[in-house]
């Protein structure tokens, strides 16, 4: 009988952690001992997160090495540790089973009545993190997974008591496929992580799979306004619940803005359900705030946590993060990446009443710059001025000779830096009173206003 991760993740079995430094392994190494399993891990550089999981009792060694997976009942790797990893060599040398990161938080959800999965092609921390808000709101003491960091937490996760886990899903590498949802959230549908998936057709068809993993006394809740979602759940035999601005089972009325930040009425199956006012800006964010508002309703949370829960959220790290002023200009940061994520802050920076929108761009992949190249360039049209930095390469190698100063040939008056200092001094030099300077992307590109905020 083959033996599945659910077999080694139990109190008194041993799991190595491959990459345990990693954003959502650490805090996977953090909730397997709160389980009882007995945890050890490796990274490559120490850290102050591999400085505080020793603190925690778990042993955690600089460099990967054969002998550090003597003894593991199983090894769990994160996506950047390939087969030839000296651990994961030794590991299957010795007939020790290595699981995915993925499957072991699958594995994880089993253990709760309730798991809300939030996925998408964007908003997904954002919604995740608005999602904690309102059930720790009513007090229903939830473990958590956000890949990012939420100032309520300090951090990125939380172990909780509760029935409940809320769990950002990544569609990447189909890893919210080894997942155990019982309210699977879908923010929308979109081209993106093409390095993995062939097509849109392609990516529609995995978060088709991924709603189906409900199961039938479950939920899925879906944007109604989003075409690609609608198509990708045609026909579905599950229960759904739809959000949008105007229409579907949970939607927004009476929306006023207030220096760009949200307030409106929820009405829920025709019937006023809450007040909502937002402490972050920008219509994307009213469209978070109704999913999160309809997967609370599913698992049967009342409105008052809800309105506090939502009044309370003020953003997740590096999500329209404000990082301090410089020479009168304000320092913003923000994590988008894709052309519709730069389309939904761009438009909301510039309702804001700044003199003028100065957006330093990091473009993520040479794989997504080139299959989004055009969108790119149309939506980095929208700033007051344009700085863009070198490609941050993540996983790649540039075998598509591919570059940022290709992008700001075709950018009226858009400025390139080959270096995030040199973006640091381009942002000195432009910075104005009344500015808004942001600085955008995945990758590193926040030190660039780092170091202008410190002056350095």
């Not at 550090?68 to 651990?87: F, L």
């Not at 438009?347 to 997504?368: M, S």
Request: a negative charge; one cysteine or more.
């Amino acid at each position: 009988m083959d033996l599945t991760i659910q077999d080694y993740i139990r109190p008194g079995k041993r799991a190595h952690l491959v990459g345990i430094g990693g954003v959502s392994m650490s805090p996977l190494a953090e909730v397997l001992h709160g389980a009882g399993v007995i945890v050890t891990g490796s990274d490559m550089h120490d850290s102050a997160t591999a400085a505080h999981l020793r603190s925690l009792g778990i042993p955690v060694t600089i460099g990967h090495l054969p002998q550090s997976v003597e003894g593991a009942g199983c090894v769990i790797r994160t996506a950047a540790v390939h087969d030839d990893n000296p651990e994961i060599a030794a590991a299957r040398a010795a007939g020790i089973p290595v699981f995915e990161r993925a499957q072991a938080w699958g594995a994880l959800m089993t253990h709760y009545k309730n798991a809300l999965c939030v996925s998408g092609t964007h908003g997904k921390t954002t919604t995740t993190s608005m999602c904690t808000h309102i059930f720790l709101s009513a007090q229903r003491d939830p473990s958590v997974m956000i890949g990012g960091v939420l100032p309520a937490l300090g951090c990125g996760h939380r172990v909780g008591k509760g029935d409940t886990i809320i769990l950002e899903s990544c569609e990447y590498c189909n890893s919210f496929l080894s997942f155990f949802p019982t309210v699977a959230v879908i923010l929308n549908v979109e081209a993106d992580h093409l390095d993995f998936f062939k097509d849109l057709e392609d990516i529609k068809h995995s978060f088709r799979r991924f709603a189906e993993l409900v199961p039938a006394d479950g939920w899925v809740v879906a944007d109604r306004d989003d075409t690609h979602t609608m198509d990708a759940l045609k026909g579905l035999d599950r229960r759904v619940v739809t959000f949008g601005l105007e229409e579907g089972d949970v939607h927004a009325a009476n929306l006023t803005w207030v220096n760009g930040y949200g307030s409106f009425d929820v009405i829920a199956d025709g019937e006023k359900f809450a007040h909502v006012d937002l402490s972050v800006p920008g219509v994307h964010n009213v469209r978070n705030a109704l999913a999160a508002c309809a997967a609370a309703r599913c698992l049967n949370v009342p409105a008052f946590a809800v309105e506090e829960g939502l009044k309370a959220f003020h953003g997740a790290g590096r999500r329209f993060e404000k990082k301090g002023e410089y020479h009168g200009a304000m320092v913003y940061d923000d994590y988008a990446h894709h052309p519709d994520e730069l389309h939904a802050l761009l438009t909301t920076a510039k309702g804001l009443g700044y003199d003028r929108v100065v957006c330093a761009f990091q473009p993520h992949t040479y794989t997504r710059t080139a299959a989004l190249f055009d969108q790119f360039v149309e939506e980095l049209k929208l700033p007051d001025v344009t700085v863009l930095a070198e490609i941050y390469a993540a996983r790649e190698q540039n075998t598509l000779g591919i570059s940022s100063r290709d992008l700001a040939e075709k950018i009226p008056g858009a400025v390139y830096c080959a270096t995030l200092p040199e973006v640091t001094a381009k942002l000195k030099e432009l910075a104005r009173p009344g500015d808004l300077l942001l600085t955008v992307g995945a990758g590193d590109i926040y030190l660039a206003g780092e170091a202008l905020v410190a002056g350095k």
